[in-house]
């Protein structure tokens, strides 16, 4: 490599000079390459910054490659000018087509990690790079190489366009025959006797007659555009409420904060489920806290058991809902969590999806509150309006959504394989590629005479860098631990007050800065922008 290119890293101009950070020349860190053409960088740098530190500015068009931590082996061309940190090398080539270089590197990247050096944490050292082996091929041959090669992966990004379109589809087409099973637009053959919704509506009223239980809701709900289409003549809208004997115990929020707090959490004990634990029709089991037994028993109207349905009525989106699978036998729930315990009058499955089903989430979205963090109340939630058909009817939809999940599932599954098979296939025309398998055409050429060309070409670049170095006329650096007046007599311009401080004797001493500010208000003035102040002498 170094016989075709020269590399040089960048710098990070010192973090306590704040006023370094506050210029227009882009930063480049590691983390912003990705295998792409960067226009823009978080970070920008000053001119100051740049003369002294070893930061420098590379031309639009470089190709960078990072040599440390986490993102070493990552490249990215410049789409600007702009300076680098010092995890980042720019390799500067002659009379190479600079994507026929990107490409091989890319085909490389496991040897050339294989090279990495040091114990705590392996980077790649320009050495390695300088002395990493690269097949020169005549020029007239790498462009054709890097047109094949961008011609093959333009196929299969379209490709992978396709499987993602497949698979916006498919979730689409899922959401869609959902609604049709809820809302009775799938209609099934029974082979006994159905009992119809009204009758078990009945049967609540009567029971909580029997017990004495106050119910103030109502079960006939007339509003049909909650739904907006025809439902089977037998089957009902209720209010979730309606199907709870006691909803006021049956369906409940986590405590108030104060009476859950983190430092109650333990490494073992009684689950606590919070929000990241609920996503729609699937539970999470990543990241549990725990809760002693005496926490637990204290917090008795709160608690969860495996088969209850559990809605997050905080966050975006409002309104997910999962059921507790088997292995979490009994816990406790967050404030931000609503528990529905089993119903013997509706299949819990079928709430679940019902409750993820659009008709539910618009409710949801309609009665939703906040405007930073959006919430539903446990109020909303009991008056949600479900769709009610028999619990015979029940069960068939929910096997009809779980066959359909076995299709979507096993769909997705084979769009996975293929993308993987389809990345599999990149790596092998690089491969091919650069082993001479890729092009037919072949161009002759005297690689000696070639070689030549690019030493010259390589030659006239360092004498035109010297010369340029030499040009640069460096502005004189303020020495620092100076008394406040030496450093704004010494600086024609504001500086900003972070600076101020940092280049004088009290550093170490904020109150003594800000006390010697003090002392000099009649002969300085502050001058305000943005957020940022600056300091500059009255003349």
Known sequence: MEEITITSSGGTPDRTNFNYFTGNIPWVKSGELNYNVIIET??????????????????????????????????????ID??????????????????????????????LLSKREGSAQPNISQKVLNKFLFPLAPLQEQNGIVEKIEELFSELDSILLNFEVLKAKSKIYWLSEINAFLKGKKRYTILYEVVEPRNKLDEIDKIRSSLGKKYTGKNDVDNQ????????????????????INP??????????????????????????????????????????????????????????????????????????????????????????????????????????????????????????GTTRQRVTLRDVRNLVIIFPSLEEQKLIVNSIEELDDEINGLSEIISKSYLDVQ???????????????????????????????????????????????????????????????????????????TLWQMSIYKNDIEEFYKKLKELESKIRELKEGHLSFIELIK
């Open 82 to 111: 702009a300076a680098t940190n010092q995890a980042i090398a720019s390799i500067t080539s002659f009379l190479i087509n600079t994507r026929y270089l990107y490409y091989y590197l890319m085909s490389s990247k496991e040897e």
């Open 424 to 498: 599999a296939l990149r790596q092998k025309i690089l491969i091919d590629a650069f082993s001479g398998g890729l092009i037919k055409e072949l161009f002759e050429g005297d690689i000696e005479d070639y070689l030549e060309q690019i030493s010259e070409e390589k030659k006239r670049y360092l004498i035109k860098l010297k010369e340029g170095q030499k040009n640069i006329v460096k502005t004189k650096k303020v020495n620092i631990n100076m008394d406040l007046i030496e450093i704004l007599e010494k600086d024609e311009n504001p500086i900003s007050s972070h």
């Open 248 to 369: 006021v115990e049956s369906i409940t929020d986590g405590p108030f904060g104060s009476n859950l707090k983190s430092d109650d959490f333990k490494e073992t004990g009684y689950p606590v489920l919070k929000i990241q634990n609920i996503d729609r029709n699937k539970f999470i089991s990543k990241d549990i806290s725990f809760v002693s037994e005496e926490k637990f028993n204290q917090l008795d109207k709160h608690q969860f058991k495996s088969g209850d349905i559990i809605i997050t009525k905080l966050g975006s989106p409002l309104g997910k809902a999962c059921i507790v699978p088997n292995n979490f036998k009994e816990g406790v729930i967050v404030a931000d969590l609503i528990r529905l315990k089993q119903s013997e009058y509706i299949n819990s499955k079928f709430l679940m999806y019902s409750l993820n089903a659009p008709y539910i989430i618009s409710q949801i979205e309609k009665l939703s509150k």
């Open 42 to 79: 978080e970070e920008h740098i000053t001119q100051e910054a740049v003369d002294y530190s070893s930061a420098k500015v590379f031309p639009k068009g470089s190709l960078l490659i990072a040599l440390y931590g986490n993102t070493v082996g990552r490249m990215a061309f410049l789409g």
């Open 225 to 244: 555009n909650v739904i907006n289409c025809d439902l089977p003549n037998h089957w009902k809208l209720v209010k979730l409420s309606d199907l709870y």
